[in-house]
């Protein structure tokens, strides 16, 4: 959780008309997301929902859904960490990498693909919502968002693999693991009937793959051949 806290350190108050505030304190892991009066710690809710999934989805579930602090204060840091990751990789030259990337050409490559991360975050829970019905599940945004936000964790903090190119391909076994937090997570979050969770899952990750797919382009474009 290095790369969390290095977030953590780095970052500043938010705070948009008093209605949400992401501020670290004490330069550790105490990074809280405060909304509407409710806090959470980044760090505490990463580790739960990682190690302990069926027990924290519940808690999920029953927590009051704001869409903007859970994207802003918890999906957009995460999110920073594999296009972070890979900035430094190119620019200092990661582990197993011999070419450095100029820096604006590295610059570029990771905003691009934080844009188009934050960006499938926000497709696929419209998908997710979208697809509820379909599987016997209740519509609702924001629990689309909370589970798609919370089952793309792994993904997001295996990012920090992307320091040693060798490694990044690891990454694979985090976004399986993130298959299954999904599987776990729609019955909670969409109120599908568990015996549907497997294809109401399937569906979901085929529309995920294609939005890797579009992520994959979208940065290759913007990352020089060497």
Request: net charge positive; proline share 6%.
């Amino acid at each position: 959780f290095f790369a969390i806290d290095f977030i953590a350190n780095s970052a500043r108050c938010i705070c948009t008309r008093g209605t949400f505030c992401l501020k670290f304190k004490n330069f550790g892991t105490h990074a809280y997301i405060a909304s509407q009066g409710e806090t959470m710690n980044l760090v505490q809710r990463v580790q739960d929902i990682l190690l302990k999934p069926k027990e924290t989805w519940p808690v999920i579930a029953a927590e009051p859904g704001y869409a903007k602090s859970l994207f802003m204060g918890y999906v957009a840091v995460l999110a920073s960490i594999p296009p972070l990751a890979s900035f430094v990789s190119m620019v200092l030259g990661g582990l197993g990498m011999y070419t450095r990337v100029p820096l604006l050409s590295s610059l570029v490559a990771a905003v691009v693909a934080y844009a188009v991360s934050l960006g499938m975050v926000l497709l696929l829970g419209f998908w997710v919502d979208k697809l509820a019905p379909s599987f016997g599940g209740t519509r609702n945004p924001v629990n689309a968002l909370k589970v798609v936000a919370y089952a793309m964790t792994p993904g997001f903090v295996a990012g920090v693999l992307n320091l040693v190119p060798s490694l990044s391909v690891l990454g694979t076994l985090a976004g399986l693991y993130g298959i299954y937090l999904l599987y776990l997570g729609l019955p909670v979050l969409m109120r599908c009937p568990p015996g549907k969770a497997a294809g109401y899952t399937t569906v979901v990750t085929i529309g995920g793959i294609a939005a890797g797919m579009v992520v994959g382009t979208a940065v290759a474009l913007f990352t020089p051949s060497f």
